[in-house]
C-alpha cells in the first residue's frame, strides 16, 4: 500500500508518521512519498520520519520528492496538508480583519475567505494531476478551509473526502472525564467544518446509551471553560457541546478585542515552528517531540490513518467523523453542501448515517454559512471583487456593506501575489 503526503515538509508531519508508525496493523503501509517544494525541509522531516518509523520496527519506505507526478503515480490515497502563502499569509489573515472590528482568523470570517481564495485553485491543480496521473487515489483533504476544499474537490468530481481533528479532540476529551477508552466513545457530530456540535455522546457505538447529559451535570464547567464559554451559555445552548469555533460567532465581540491585544497565533506558530526545525535537525531524535502537542492539529494522525484505513479496506473504525455531501442527510441545506458528520466510511467511500432533526438555533447558522461558502468558492473558481464582497456580505461574523466593502480591499492588497485575477 502506497500512500503520498503532497505538504509533506510541513511540521504536522512528524505527528502523522508517528500515527502511521504507532498504527501499522490498521495501515499496513509499503511505502509513503512525502511531496513538497521546500527541499530544505522536506529533507529535514524525511530524515526524521525513516527515524521514527526504525525506532518504532515499521518496515515501510519513507521516499521524498519535489516531483508531484512521481509521488501520487501509484499512490492508493493522497493526503493534502497545504498552506499556500506559509505563515506569512496567514498572520495577515488574522490581523487585517481586526481594522474592520471583525474577528481575524485563518478558516472563518474574511481570513477564512483568504485563505480559500488562496488555496482551492492550487488544490484543484494538484488533484487534477493526481486524477491524470493516478485516477484510482483517494484524495483527503486537511487542508483548511476543509468545508470549502472538499466542496472544491467533489464538485470537480474528484474522489475526495475531507477531514478534521475536532470530533476526535472531543471523543478523546470525553473518553477521560468518563475513564473509558475514546473507541466506547461515538459522537453525535453535526454540523459544517469549524461550525459544529455534539448533540449526543454515545457508549458502545450509535446506538448506545447517551451520556451527555452526565457529561454536563458532572463536567459543564470544564467544558465550558476548555471552550472560554460561559457555563451558563453551555447551559442554554440545550444540551449540546460547540466546537471552540463557534465562540467566534457566540461572542465575536470579546473575542476581536482579546485578539487586539495579544499577538497573534500565527506569530506564535511561526516561533514554535522555528523551535521544532530545530528539534528535527538533531540527529539523535527518533520520536516526535513534546512541542509539537502544541503546534496543533491534535489526533491529527489518528484520525488520518483511520479513515485512509477505511477507504483502503484496512480495520479502521466502521463510523468516522468527515467532510462529505450532504446528499438529504441535513434537509435544510442542498444536497451538494458539504456537511461535518458521522459516515460509515469503507473503500466505496463515505455514507453518512442519519441525523435526527436539528434545532433551529443551529439549523439557521449552518444555513447562512452553507450560503457564504457557496458563494465563497464561486469566488475562488473566478475571482472578481463582487464576488468576495458577496460572499462576505454573506458571512455571519461580517454582514454590514461597509465592512464587507473595506474588508474586500483589504483582503485583495494582502493577497494579489496568490490571485491571479487580482
Known amino acids: 500500500m502506497k500512500l503520498t503526503v503532497v505538504g509533506g515538509g510541513s511540521t504536522y508531519t512528524p505527528e502523522l508518521i508517528d500515527g502511521f508508525a504507532r498504527l501499522r496493523d490498521t495501515l499496513p503501509l509499503e511505502e509513503l512519498v512525502l511531496m513538497d517544494p521546500a527541499t530544505d525541509r522536506l529533507e529535514l522531516i524525511g530524515a526524521l520520519a525513516r527515524r521514527i518509523f526504525a525506532r518504532q520496527g515499521h518496515t515501510g519506505t519513507i521516499t521524498t520528492t519535489t516531483d508531484l507526478d512521481a509521488a501520487v503515480d501509484g499512490a492508493d490515497a493522497v493526503l493534502l496538508q497545504l498552506r499556500v502563502g506559509g505563515q506569512a499569509a496567514r498572520e495577515q489573515d488574522e490581523t487585517w480583519p481586526l481594522e474592520c472590528g471583525c474577528v481575524g482568523q485563518e478558516t472563518t470570517g474574511a481570513g477564512g475567505l483568504a485563505k480559500a481564495l488562496r488555496?482551492?485553485?492550487?488544490?484543484?491543480?494538484?488533484?487534477?494531476?493526481?486524477?491524470?496521473?493516478?485516477?484510482?487515489?483517494?484524495?483527503?483533504?486537511?487542508?483548511?478551509?476543509?468545508?470549502?476544499?472538499?466542496?472544491?474537490?467533489?464538485?470537480?468530481?474528484?474522489?475526495?473526502?475531507?477531514?478534521?481533528?475536532?470530533?476526535?479532540?472531543?471523543?478523546?476529551?470525553?473518553?477521560?472525564?468518563?475513564?473509558?477508552?475514546?473507541?466506547?466513545?461515538?459522537?453525535?457530530?453535526?454540523?459544517?467544518?469549524?461550525?459544529?456540535?455534539?448533540?449526543?455522546?454515545?457508549?458502545?457505538?450509535?446506538?448506545?446509551?447517551?451520556?451527555?447529559?452526565?457529561?454536563?451535570?458532572?463536567?459543564?464547567?470544564?467544558?465550558?471553560?476548555?471552550?472560554?464559554?460561559?457555563?451558563?451559555?453551555?447551559?442554554?445552548?440545550?444540551?449540546?457541546?460547540?466546537?471552540?469555533?463557534?465562540?467566534?460567532?457566540?461572542?465575536?465581540?470579546?473575542?476581536?478585542?482579546?485578539?487586539?491585544?495579544?499577538?497573534?497565533?500565527?506569530?506564535?506558530?511561526?516561533?514554535?515552528?522555528?523551535?521544532?526545525?530545530?528539534?528535527?535537525?538533531?540527529?539523535?531524535?527518533?520520536?516526535?517531540?513534546?512541542?509539537?502537542?502544541?503546534r496543533g492539529g491534535a489526533y491529527y494522525s489518528e484520525a488520518a490513518v483511520d479513515l485512509a484505513a477505511g477507504l483502503l479496506g484496512g480495520t479502521g473504525s466502521p463510523h468516522q467523523v468527515v467532510n462529505t455531501h450532504n446528499n438529504g442527510t441535513l434537509p435544510f441545506l442542498p444536497d451538494d453542501a458539504v456537511i461535518e458528520v458521522q459516515a460509515a466510511v469503507t473503500p466505496r467511500g463515505p455514507a453518512p448515517l442519519p441525523v435526527p432533526t436539528v434545532d433551529p438555533l443551529y439549523a439557521g447558522l449552518m444555513t447562512a454559512v452553507t450560503a457564504y461558502e457557496d458563494l465563497a468558492l464561486n469566488a475562488a473558481l473566478r475571482g472578481g471583487r463582487d464576488r468576495v464582497f458577496r460572499a462576505l456580505l454573506a458571512h455571519p461574523l461580517v454582514g454590514q456593506?461597509?465592512?464587507?466593502?473595506?474588508?474586500?480591499?483589504?483582503?485583495?492588497?494582502?493577497n494579489q501575489e496568490h490571485l491571479a485575477w487580482a
Open 119 to 294: 488555496t482551492v485553485p492550487v488544490v484543484l491543480d494538484i488533484a487534477d494531476r493526481v486524477r491524470r496521473t493516478n485516477p484510482t487515489a483517494w484524495i483527503i483533504d486537511f487542508t483548511n478551509p476543509v468545508g470549502i476544499v472538499t466542496r472544491a474537490l467533489l464538485q470537480e468530481g474528484h474522489k475526495a473526502v475531507g477531514l478534521c481533528n475536532v470530533a476526535i479532540g472531543f471523543q478523546r476529551k470525553f473518553a477521560a472525564m468518563l475513564g473509558v477508552t475514546p473507541s466506547a466513545i461515538h459522537l453525535d457530530h453535526v454540523g459544517l467544518n469549524h461550525l459544529t456540535w455534539e448533540t449526543g455522546v454515545r457508549l458502545g457505538g450509535p446506538e448506545g446509551e447517551n451520556v451527555l447529559p452526565k457529561l454536563l451535570s458532572d463536567h459543564g464547567d470544564t467544558i465550558a471553560a476548555d471552550l472560554h464559554l460561559p457555563r451558563p451559555l453551555l447551559d442554554r445552548l440545550g444540551g449540546v457541546v460547540p466546537s471552540y469555533y463557534l465562540r467566534y460567532y457566540y461572542a465575536h465581540d470579546e473575542v476581536v478585542k482579546e485578539l487586539r491585544t495579544k499577538p497573534s497565533r500565527a506569530a506564535e506558530v511561526a516561533e514554535m515552528e522555528r523551535k521544532l526545525l530545530t528539534l528535527y535537525a538533531d540527529p539523535a531524535l527518533d520520536e516526535k517531540p513534546d512541542l509539537l502537542s502544541k
Open 401 to 414: 456593506y461597509a465592512y464587507a466593502d473595506a474588508l474586500t480591499d483589504q483582503l485583495i492588497a494582502h
